[in-house]
């Protein structure tokens, strides 16, 4: 059996759906949770405790392992591929899989050595587009389009029962890296976080309300690229050419 | 999209989770709810009322067209075909589905114009052994071996799961069935009680304790059948003539 995807709530505002998404991991044989500022102050109270743990049923070992977070970006900073739980689309170009599919793709990018996440938004509200940016991409459940609403644990469940059916099963062909390796979230948001400093320093942000959507939009189209360490060096590089301009290089004798 | 198997609860304890099954029943666009004894008197008092509208999210009109019932053999009387979830292995020989090839096999099921549902037993403890044996088959969820309890909603989510996703694929080739047409629950269940008493009339059951376990394998075995209504007069009109004994008939004269 592959090594599973890292199972990450996002802001769970009740701790009986922690306790029940815990208890979906354990069926599913999903061992990590990372819990992202959860509503509830952690560690829990003693009542909270108790109520985790009547949810949980029997699944607190994955409780006791669980690892909190301040922001998404610290939870999923040494993974190489996240997907993000969404049922609604959202104006975002993004890769949409349904968890049959993501789940193949979880095992062969296991094979391959990468470590993977799947992240879950807060039960009302689901992820925000800051957060859905953030992963490489989605996984929406096709249900009845009636009656869309699943709960939290639910939704772990899918994903997990999924992801442990397709432990039978070949994944299809995947990329090959060269003498690189995938590169992890962090590498990608220090990259993000120097390109939209720079354009900021370079006036690129005419309006003001229009640089949410087009970080996202920048973002969000090299997400998909599925760069490797040694590409998102490269392009280190070129921004650093681009900002330092011309410099009686070679280039420029030419 | 074909017509989806009818959801029978069996005994359940808590409203809360009639209400969480009536949720996933609408998640994967299925309709026809059955219950059978739920521990609450029904229909339920304010108190409970509230508390499974509350579980059930929105998925009210599927409560509300439930209908309730006070034996299995009732519940199921009218259809052709039911599958009994169960986790554990029972010691009678029987077909055992996982959800996905289940799925598959209702479908062509509701081609061929057949009639089916699927039995969930009380929370704590699943179904028993004489329910069990009033199936035609079983489905077993592959999970974690080591941690098998799923609650009674999310076993109602992943068999009407994998249900809606067969609805896009191409079952395998189905039984066809002449002139006749399978029989149903009640004609199966008519046959077995007039087989038994016949039997007993015999004086085949010689230690009462041996009764149950011999009975419920000649259920087992003849439900594996899959007989047509056609097949179960005929083996009705062989109990008559075996009961009745030599009667100077055209073999008798041979």
Known sequence: MTDGPVIILVHPQLVENIGMAARAMANCALAELRIVKPRDPWPLGEAHQRRISGAASGADYILDGARLYEKVEEAIADLNYVYATAARTHDMVNKIFTPRAAALDMKARALAGQKTGVMFGPERTGLVND?????????????????????????????????????????????????????????????????????????????DHMRPAM????????????????????????????????????????
Not at 169 to 192: I, K, M, V, W
Not at 217 to 242: K, N, P, Y
């Open 131 to 207: 957060h859905i940016v953030l992963a490489n991409a989605k996984i929406t459940v096709p249900l009845n389009p009636a009656f869309t609403s699943l709960n939290l644990a639910q939704t772990v469940l899918l994903v997990g029962y999924e992801w442990y059916q397709a432990q039978n099963e070949t994944p299809p062909l995947q990329t090959h890296y060269g003498d690189s390796r995938p590169a992890t979230c962090e590498e990608y948001l220090n990259f993000y976080r120097r390109l939209e400093e720079e354009l900021e320093a370079a006036g690129f942000f005419v309006a």
């Open 215 to 254: 970080t996202r939009s920048l973002q969000s189209m090299l997400q998909r690229a599925e760069m490797t360490e040694q590409e998102i060096r490269t392009w280190h590089g070129v921004i650093s050419a681009l900002v330092n301009g011309p410099k009686r290089s070679d280039k420029s004798k030419a």
